[in-house]
């Protein structure tokens, strides 16, 4: 899961193996959740989101899962490619709020 | 254009010396948010744009930090009287509603 501090949490996979990425958020109004991948040197880079309507919603090779009874957010990535090593951040809003609150994210390593 | 550009990518600027970064957001978003990323740590929310009404600086840390959107579309973040702990990336993002889209940020170092 991700904290808050100056070391990451890392995550060390196989290539071609699954990863599970979790997050548990603090704010429990919080209705909108998104999930994004930042590269070295680069910004943050949308990979999927979620409403707090939902428990699940897929996309390419990634899915999302919100758990909203212990505030627990996952990403799984199929089949992780060595493209996938990033560091990889969760991020909620709270209804009404206008602003994303980040976590300082988790970084995954994949190994050819 | 495509995407959210800033300008400029990188900028190093002596202690007491006022900077501006600027932020190109995409095209027909009327949120525009500014963020800033220390080594190693998450994304701190600083300003908050949309449309025509009051920005959002409650994430701004202090008064020599400020931030204008001019006609719903381009921003620019001033910081004056630069510090030693102001440097980090400054990243901007834009959104329509939903799925902010970043940019690739300005790395900001003060010497």
């Known amino acids: 899961g991700e904290s808050v501090g100056l070391h990451l949490p890392t995550l060390s996979v196989q290539e071609g193996d699954n990863s599970i990425i979790n997050c548990a958020y603090s704010n429990s109004a919080s209705d909108y959740f998104i999930w994004y991948k930042q590269e070295s040197g680069k910004g943050p880079q949308f990979i999927i989101d979620?409403?707090?309507?939902?428990d699940k919603r897929q996309g390419q090779r990634v899915t999302v899962l919100l758990n909203k009874t212990v505030k627990h957010l996952s990403l799984q990535i199929a089949a992780t490619q060595p493209g996938d090593s990033a560091v990889y951040f969760c991020a909620e809003r709270g209804a009404g709020a206008n602003n994303l609150f980040f976590g300082t994210g988790t970084r995954l390593t994949v190994i050819p | 254009g495509a995407g959210v550009s800033q300008s400029p990518s990188n900028k190093v600027t002596e202690k007491g010396k006022d900077v501006e970064l600027r932020c190109d957001p995409i095209?027909?978003?009327?949120?525009l948010y500014w963020y800033r990323q220390s080594l190693g740590q998450g994304l701190e929310f600083l300003i908050y744009?949309?449309?025509?009404?009051?920005?959002?600086k409650s994430g701004l840390p202090s008064d020599r930090f400020s931030a204008e959107r001019t006609g719903g579309s381009v921003s620019t973040l001033t910081i004056q009287r630069t510090q030693q702990e102001d440097s980090a990336v400054y990243l901007c993002?834009?959104?329509?509603?939903?799925?902010?889209?970043f940019g690739s940020g300005t790395r900001l170092t003060v010497v």
């Open positions: 979620i409403r707090s309507n939902m």
């Open positions: 744009f949309q449309g025509n009404s009051a920005p959002d």
């Open positions: 993002a834009s959104s329509p509603s939903y799925g902010y889209t």
């Open positions: 095209s027909g978003h009327t949120a």
